[in-house]
Nanobody
Framework: VQLQASGGGLVQAGGSLGLSCAAS????????VAWFRQAPGKEREFVAA???????YYPDSAKGRFTISRDNVKNTVNLQMNSLKPEDTAVYYC???????????????WGQGTQVTVSS
């Protein structure tokens, strides 16, 4: 599976931004997919996941603000981010793997990352 993330940019605090991840490979629907983010000097952090069996998961920092969705026909995974805060500033990565986990090491495939900057 190859992943290509897009949609990052600069937004003011309180604004919204949508990220998209396009996947190649016919077995996409059998993978759990997730978004992670990494700010400078920090570890890669779990943001959202959509499992192959249809469940979604978020950390407390994203609940109520971020929404992950997937389209198994178009092979895409999207992350809608609302009420953005300066602390959401990071490089965002999409990932795919055979199991659901909140640990980045559990995913086999990664997109190249897209920068999200939230100004105060």
């Amino acid at each position: 599976v190859q992943l290509q993330a897009s949609g990052g940019g600069l937004v003011q605090a309180g604004g919204s931004l949508g990220l998209s991840c396009a996947a190649s490979g016919r077995a996409f629907r059998t993978y759990s997919v997730a978004w992670f983010r990494q700010a400078p000097g920090k570890e890669r952090e779990f943001v959202a996941a959509f499992t192959w069996f249809g469940n979604t998961y978020y950390p407390d920092s994203a609940k109520g603000r971020f929404t992950i969705s997937r389209d198994n026909v178009k092979n895409t995974v999207n992350l809608q981010m609302n009420s953005l805060k300066p602390e959401d500033t990071a490089v965002y990565y999409c990932a795919a793997g055979t199991v659901y986990t909140r640990e980045p090491g559990g995913y086999d495939y990664w997109g190249q990352g897209t920068q999200v900057t939230v100004s105060s």
